[in-house]
């Protein structure tokens, strides 16, 4: 009994880290290496044990040098399944992939990488090792886009030939793209294909695709940037190398590559949501409602986050509500305005009603798909209704308790386990969000010590 009263413990008060790295082999081992098949009960078992320990776990903050040992742990595991994925070829990182380049150097490269991080735990204080390792991880993360020369999903594809007709001056939401799939999907779809990512990502990639000639890198910067962020917001702070060992979590993160290299525009929603909370932090809410409109103008899912930050808004500031929602409106707004002028009918049913019209996927990872695979019963719409009660006890306790951005983010997190788990459509991009969800609640977890909890609430 003591000893299992100790697993319970240390279960919570390392259930951030447990739930990120959980939560990252989930997806790196269901979707991204396990090939095409049906949802796994066991994922959503495990998934939900996370949305449960999210939903009953008090915030609390990890000791600052006990959470280094622990990155320094889940570093060592990611880096380790980056180099199993690679000896067991089946399960990397390519396997989907129709035309690969390079492969052959992936793994020495690796290596390197993993060589360079066993000298760093060695020689902890050499300063030139910490950023020799920054660097190659970094390039690792590029080189890996660069070897998957065409990942052999439709989401590249079409974007590939969206950002082409927007550099010949041509609107990408008036195509009517072939099926990809050649049938395999035409019952989830009504065998329509259309461009239906909103425009930013649109912007974003056609920028990588004339400066890069591939869209994909772009994607890859934004998490770099990831970290420029974290070290502008601990420099010449006590706890300044913990942005290096953030950077290394996120960037050797399996899942992470594997977004990029299929490029999905989620790759894109880290950077937005960090910049948010980070403006918040520091109490400039004109350039955090901004980034919060940019979130949302991603994907019509990110959107559920822009209320639990209203929430926030209003219990904390009150006063700038009503000019927190308008900036974060034009935030949103402004980057549709060009295809709102040009073709706001095709702009619409592209993106919101092409999605409200497809059906449930078996190979989603959620109740609802296992449901149907099993017994054969579509119950999309309870999953629907499931979904949004969810969010609403979300959005309700968030307004309820006034919390911190730290249980706000705990608690956002959990709603959207909690959504996706019964969505008709929820493959690894959905659960990502999560990903960094988690990640961030680790992050602000081993914030020094010295620092007050306080200071994370706007006052």
């Given at each position: 009994?003591?000893?299992?009263?100790?697993?319970?413990?240390?279960?919570?008060?390392?259930?951030?880290?447990?739930?990120?790295?959980?939560?990252?082999?989930?997806?790196?081992?269901?979707?991204?290496?396990?090939?095409?098949?049906?949802?796994?009960?066991?994922?959503?078992?495990?998934?939900?044990?996370?949305?449960?320990?999210?939903?009953?776990?008090?915030?609390?903050?990890?000791?600052?040098?006990?959470?280094?040992?622990?990155?320094?742990?889940?570093?060592?595991?990611?880096?380790?399944?980056?180099?199993?994925?690679?000896?067991?070829?089946?399960?990397?990182?390519?396997?989907?992939?129709?035309?690969?380049?390079?492969?052959?150097?992936?793994?020495?490269?690796?290596?390197?990488?993993?060589?360079?991080?066993?000298?760093?735990?060695?020689?902890?204080?050499?300063?030139?090792?910490?950023?020799?390792?920054?660097?190659?991880?970094?390039?690792?993360?590029?080189?890996?886009?660069?070897?998957?020369?065409?990942?052999?999903?439709?989401?590249?594809?079409?974007?590939?030939?969206?950002?082409?007709?927007?550099i010949i001056h041509k609107n990408p939401y008036l195509i009517k793209f072939g099926d990809y799939?050649?049938?395999?999907?035409?019952?989830?779809?009504?065998?329509?294909?259309?461009?239906?990512?909103?425009?930013?990502?649109?912007?974003?990639?056609?920028?990588?695709?004339?400066?890069?000639?591939?869209?994909?890198?772009?994607?890859?910067?934004?998490?770099?940037?990831?970290?420029?962020?974290?070290?502008?917001?601990?420099?010449?702070?006590?706890?300044?190398?913990?942005?290096?060992?953030?950077?290394?979590?996120?960037?050797?993160?399996?899942?992470?590559?594997?977004?990029?290299?299929?490029?999905?525009?989620?790759?894109?929603?880290?950077?937005?949501?960090?910049?948010?909370?980070?403006?918040?932090?520091?109490?400039?809410?004109?350039?955090?409602?901004?980034?919060?409109?940019?979130?949302?103008?991603?994907?019509?899912?990110?959107?559920?986050?822009?209320?639990?930050?209203?929430?926030?808004?209003?219990?904390?500031?009150?006063?700038?509500?009503?000019?927190?929602?308008?900036?974060?409106?034009?935030?949103?707004?402004?980057?549709?305005?060009?295809?709102?002028?040009?073709?706001?009918?095709?702009?619409?049913?592209?993106?919101?009603?092409?999605?409200?019209?497809?059906?449930?996927?078996?190979?989603?990872?959620?109740?609802?798909?296992?449901?149907?695979?099993?017994?054969?019963?579509?119950?999309?719409?309870?999953?629907?209704?499931?979904?949004?009660?969810?969010?609403?006890?979300?959005?309700?306790?968030?307004?309820?308790?006034?919390?911190?951005?730290?249980?706000?983010?705990?608690?956002?997190?959990?709603?959207?386990?909690?959504?996706?788990?019964?969505?008709?459509?929820?493959?690894?991009?959905?659960?990502?969000?999560?990903?960094?969800?988690?990640?961030?609640?680790?992050?602000?977890?081993?914030?020094?010590?010295?620092?007050?909890?306080?200071?994370?609430?706007?006052?």
């Open positions: 009994m003591i000893f299992l009263n100790k697993i319970v413990k240390y279960i919570f008060d390392y259930s951030y880290a447990f739930i990120y790295i959980g939560i990252a082999i989930l997806l790196w081992d269901t979707f991204g290496m396990l090939g095409k098949s049906n949802p796994y009960p066991f994922a959503l078992i495990f998934l939900t044990f996370f949305a449960g320990l999210l939903l009953v776990k008090k915030p609390q903050k990890i000791l600052f040098f006990e959470g280094l040992t622990l990155m320094k742990g889940l570093i060592t595991i990611e880096i380790a399944m980056h180099i199993i994925a690679n000896f067991h070829r089946p399960h990397s990182n390519f396997q989907f992939a129709k035309e690969i380049r390079y492969e052959s150097f992936v793994l020495p490269f690796l290596l390197v990488v993993g060589l360079f991080w066993i000298l760093h735990l060695y020689k902890k204080e050499n300063r030139g090792l910490k950023f020799i390792l920054v660097a190659l991880s970094s390039l690792f993360l590029l080189f890996e886009v660069l070897v998957a020369s065409n990942p052999g999903i439709d989401t590249y594809h079409y974007m590939e030939v969206a950002t082409k007709e927007i799939y050649n049938g395999e999907f035409k019952d989830v779809y009504g065998g329509q294909y259309v461009f239906n990512y909103w425009p930013i990502s649109l912007y974003l990639c056609t920028f990588s695709k004339l400066v890069f000639s591939d869209v994909r890198f772009i994607m890859v910067i934004f998490q770099l940037l990831i970290g420029f962020v974290l070290l502008t917001i601990t420099y010449r702070k006590r706890y300044s190398q913990v942005w290096l060992y953030f950077l290394l979590l996120w960037i050797m993160n399996p899942v992470v590559a594997f977004v990029n290299i299929q490029s999905w525009v989620d790759a894109f929603a880290p950077l937005y949501l960090l910049l948010t909370i980070v403006f918040l932090q520091k109490k400039n809410l004109t350039l955090s409602a901004i980034t919060l409109g940019l979130l949302a103008s991603i994907k019509l899912y990110y959107c559920f986050t822009v209320p639990f930050v209203f929430i926030f808004i209003w219990n904390h500031q009150r006063p700038e509500f009503l000019r927190y929602v308008l900036i974060t409106f034009f935030g949103f707004i402004v980057t549709f305005i060009p295809f709102l002028a040009l073709s706001p009918n095709e702009l619409f049913n592209n993106t919101v009603i092409y999605f409200t019209k497809s059906k449930l996927r078996l190979e989603s990872l959620s109740y609802i798909a296992y449901i149907k695979w099993i017994v054969n019963i579509d119950l999309s719409r309870i999953g629907l209704l499931l979904s949004i009660l969810f969010l609403f006890f979300g959005y309700a306790k968030a307004f309820l308790k006034k919390m911190k951005l730290f249980e706000l983010i705990q608690v956002m997190n959990f709603s959207y386990l909690a959504f996706f788990l019964f969505s008709k459509q929820a493959f690894c991009n959905y659960y990502y969000y999560n990903l960094f969800l988690s990640f961030l609640l680790l992050y602000y977890s081993m914030r020094n010590e010295a620092e007050s909890e306080s200071k994370i609430v706007v006052n």
